[in-house]
């Protein structure tokens, strides 16, 4: 499975940006797809995760009631809806997938990554 991430850029803190990560084939629903993120000089972090069903949803703390994942079958594509952003959100954003029925929020558990996608928020 590719991925392919788009929709990064430069935006002001408060602002809104809408992410997207392109599979190369139909994901098996049994997949697991995750958005992790990583700023300069720290660590990979997860950041949300979705079941390709869309059964089972998980945030990180730090985005939970601003960002929202969601995923659409027929275009093979999952998203991640970013509002009220701040200058922390700053970061590489990386689509990830899962070939295992479950939301997890180790990096080390997906399989599969994209290349990234930049994300820079400006106070």
């Known amino acids: 499975v590719q991925l392919v991430e788009s929709g990064g850029g430069l935006v002001q803190a408060g602002g809104s940006l809408r992410l997207s990560c392109a599979t190369s084939?139909?994901?098996?629903?049994?997949?697991?797809m995750g958005w992790f993120r990583q700023a300069p000089g720290k660590e990979r972090e997860f950041v949300a995760a979705?079941?390709?069903?869309?059964?089972?949803?998980r945030y990180a703390d730090s985005v939970k009631g601003r960002f929202t994942i969601s995923r659409d079958n027929t275009v093979n594509t999952v998203y991640l809806q970013m509002n009220s952003l701040k200058p922390e959100d700053t970061a590489v954003y990386y689509c990830?997938?899962?070939?295992?029925?479950?939301?997890?929020?180790?990096?080390?558990?997906?399989?599969?990554w994209g290349q990234g996608t930049l994300v820079t928020v400006s106070s």
């Open positions: 990830a997938a899962r070939a295992r029925w479950s939301v997890e929020i180790n990096s080390e558990q997906y399989d599969f």
């Open positions: 979705i079941l390709w069903t869309g059964g089972s949803i």
């Open positions: 084939r139909r994901a098996d629903s049994r997949y697991t």
